[in-house]
């Protein structure tokens, strides 16, 4: 399957602060990058779809202005979580696909901890 | 988008056959069937996917009764590295957005 990486895998931050985590697919173009927040023992939560070179699609309830995504090219979508607080701090893991009827492959995820 | 529903956890012995059966009785003509298995902090990894009838891969086949209201991801001969929590999806032909439901906690003793 098609390769899917984020940096950093881990990140401990401080309250106030704003935090950049990357997607990039490795081995192919991404029209479409989505990204997920991951509660323990809870399943995947969709906070937004991004199509490149447009802004992106926040769900309900997610706030644009604090996960600012930006999906400057084919292979790189950024989150950036702005003025970070503990309540924050999960496992956010992003996904590409290649373009519409295409299988849609997952990042290894980004551990998230707000102190 | 089809909503679904999986059992919350499952027990199993290495070397047996697994079998979780997932119901989307909503699900639209043009939605496809995805599975995804995830390990504690990983992201999901793609297992299979199809549409009807029967689909099988080097890891795991896919059973589709013909009114496609549910479906069966069948994983032969388990071992303790497939303890994990399955994901079943339906969407059309991945164009839609992937909303996860609850998965199923699948836990292999040795």
């Known amino acids: 399957g098609a390769v899917v990486s984020q940096h950093p895998s881990r990140v401990i931050c401080k309250s106030g602060t704003s935090v950049k985590i990357e997607c990039r697919s490795l081995?192919?173009?991404?029209?479409?990058m989505f990204w997920y927040r991951q509660f323990p023992k809870q399943s995947l939560m969709l906070m937004a779809t991004?199509?490149?070179?447009?802004?992106?699609?926040?769900e309900q309830g997610v706030e644009k202005d604090k996960f600012l995504i930006n999906h400057a090219s084919l292979t790189l979508s950024t989150l950036t979580v702005t003025s970070a607080h503990p309540e924050d701090s999960s496992f956010y893991i992003c996904?590409?696909?290649?373009?519409?009827?295409?299988?849609?492959?997952f990042g290894p995820g980004t551990r998230l901890l707000v102190l | 988008l089809a909503k679904t529903t999986q059992p919350i956890s499952m027990d199993s012995y290495e070397g047996q056959e697994v079998n979780i059966t997932c119901s989307h009785n909503?699900?639209?003509?043009?939605?496809?069937i995805t599975w995804y298995q995830q390990f504690p902090s990983q992201g999901p990894r793609f297992i299979i996917q199809?549409?009807?009838t029967k689909v099988t891969n080097e890891v795991a086949s896919l059973f589709i009764p013909a009114d496609r209201k549910s479906s069966t991801l069948s994983l032969p001969r388990v071992s303790l590295s497939d303890t994990a929590v399955y994901y079943c999806?339906?969407?059309?032909?991945?164009?839609?957005?992937?909303?996860f439901g609850t998965g199923t906690r699948l836990q292999v003793f040795p």
């Open positions: 996904s590409a696909r290649a373009g519409l009827q295409e299988t849609q492959y």
């Open positions: 081995d192919f173009q991404a029209t479409t």
């Open positions: 991004s199509n490149e070179g447009s802004k992106a699609t926040y």
């Open positions: 909503n699900i639209a003509t043009n939605d496809y």
């Open positions: 199809g549409y009807k």
């Open positions: 999806l339906v969407g059309y032909y991945n164009t839609d957005k992937l909303i």
